[in-house]
């Protein structure tokens, strides 16, 4: 009986397997690509070679409503260098979900644009991903863009399709794709000055991990290895900061290992062209989300107890040289499982 029991868990698994094999084909270290100009420093393609990352899914533009409320696409890439030729290109589009009411045209213009641009940098793809927050009002018009996507890409040939999965999707209907990536990132709320770690943290996670088991959609998982700096002011969130030198005891004055107090007020510079600079006042408080590699590695044990499969292909968030050199390269390895 035992042996009989052994057997069925066996065949089930290679079952598994298999099916996994057959949706999402070569699965391998990969990372996401997420800027405006697609350059790549020394680092980076040291990053690329010694964990063997053979996928890259790169950011082609996102989706965003303008003053008229019709999609337009924002913040496309440039390709400044040539992606390494041993790597596979996956596009990712990125789509407000505001703009989910005029699926009818957003699907060709969405495909047409992509093809555009892959052949204008002399990329061979054969993929297209989609990455959006939809929820249970959104659902359907999203479904349907997936499905008209879906349809244009079957025109062109041997196309997969895939879409970032966020935890809170997983008890939802599963979308018209081919696999999903589960977004390990952001899992908590930024702008709540009591959340312990907004970018990567047990407490977010461990709610959803019982829904991976049912979830019928092939799987794959990235994590992140960046931090950010959230300015608060008396409690209340104001703004992410990108240029903030917290080491600056003129400026800041550290209250906690995460936590620091602006002790001069100041002016940063701020990513909005028509602004003058954001204001930091005496009293207000910065304070620093960031991931471990053990942080990872926990998480990882946890949804492989309910998953195993999803780990085998793993995808970093993202590929940025002041983010990958925080992490050691065994524990990198480690987070690949190579």
């Known amino acids: 009986m035992k042996n009989l029991l052994f057997c069925v868990f066996c065949l089930s698994l290679f079952s598994c397997a298999g099916h996994y094999d057959k949706v999402l084909p070569d699965p391998a270290p990969s990372v996401y690509f997420w800027r405006t100009v697609f350059r790549?420093?020394?680092?980076?393609?040291?990053?690329?070679?010694i964990h063997g990352v053979k996928k890259m899914y790169v950011r082609f533009f996102d989706v965003e409503p303008d003053g008229r409320q019709q999609p337009m696409p924002v913040g496309t890439i440039r390709f400044v260098t040539p992606v390494p030729k041993d790597i596979k290109v996956i596009p990712v589009v990125y789509v407000e979900h505001t703009c989910?009411?005029?699926?009818?045209?957003?699907?060709?213009?969405?495909?047409?644009?992509?093809?555009?641009?892959?052949?204008?940098?002399?990329?061979?793809?054969?993929?297209?991903?989609?990455?959006?927050?939809?929820?249970?009002?959104?659902?359907?018009?999203?479904?349907d863009l997936l499905r008209k996507i879906r349809t244009m890409l079957a025109e062109k040939g041997t196309y997969l399709l895939s879409t970032t999965i966020r935890l809170h999707q997983l008890s939802a209907e599963k979308p018209p794709v081919d696999y999903g990536v589960l977004m390990c990132y952001n899992t908590g709320n930024l702008r709540?000055?009591?959340?312990?770690?907004?970018?990567?943290?047990?407490?977010?996670?461990?709610p959803y991990l019982s829904q991976l088991r049912k979830y019928s959609l092939p799987l794959c998982v990235a994590y992140p290895v960046f931090d950010w700096k959230l300015l608060f002011e008396r409690g209340q969130f104001r703004a992410i900061l990108r240029?903030?030198?917290?080491?600056?005891?003129?400026?800041?004055?550290?209250?906690?290992?995460?936590?620091?107090?602006v002790v001069r007020t100041h002016s940063l510079a701020s990513p909005d062209p028509e602004?003058?600079?954001?204001?930091?006042?005496?009293?207000?408080?910065?304070?620093?989300?960031?991931?471990?590699?053990?942080?990872?590695?926990?998480?990882?044990?946890?949804?492989?107890?309910?998953?195993?499969?999803?780990?085998?292909?793993?995808v970093i968030y993202s590929l940025n040289s002041p983010d990958i050199n925080k992490i050691k390269p065994y524990e990198m390895d480690q987070?690949?499982?190579r």
């Open 40 to 49: 790549l420093d020394p680092a980076e393609m040291k990053f690329l070679r």
């Open 100 to 143: 989910l009411q005029h699926v009818a045209d957003l699907a060709e213009k969405i495909v047409k644009r992509v093809s555009t641009m892959a052949e204008t940098n002399n990329l061979s793809i054969n993929e297209l991903q989609i990455d959006c927050d939809w929820t249970i009002s959104t659902q359907k018009e999203y479904f």
């Open 192 to 206: 709540d000055y009591l959340a312990v770690n907004s970018i990567l943290s047990e407490k977010d996670v461990r």
């Open 243 to 261: 240029e903030a030198d917290l080491s600056d005891p003129t400026l800041y004055r550290r209250k906690a290992p995460h936590l620091y107090q």
């Open 275 to 314: 602004s003058f600079g954001l204001m930091l006042r005496v009293g207000d408080e910065v304070k620093v989300d960031e991931v471990t590699a053990s942080d990872i590695l926990h998480i990882q044990s946890l949804i492989e107890e309910e998953r195993p499969e999803i780990h085998r292909q793993v």
């Open 335 to 337: 987070i690949y499982h």
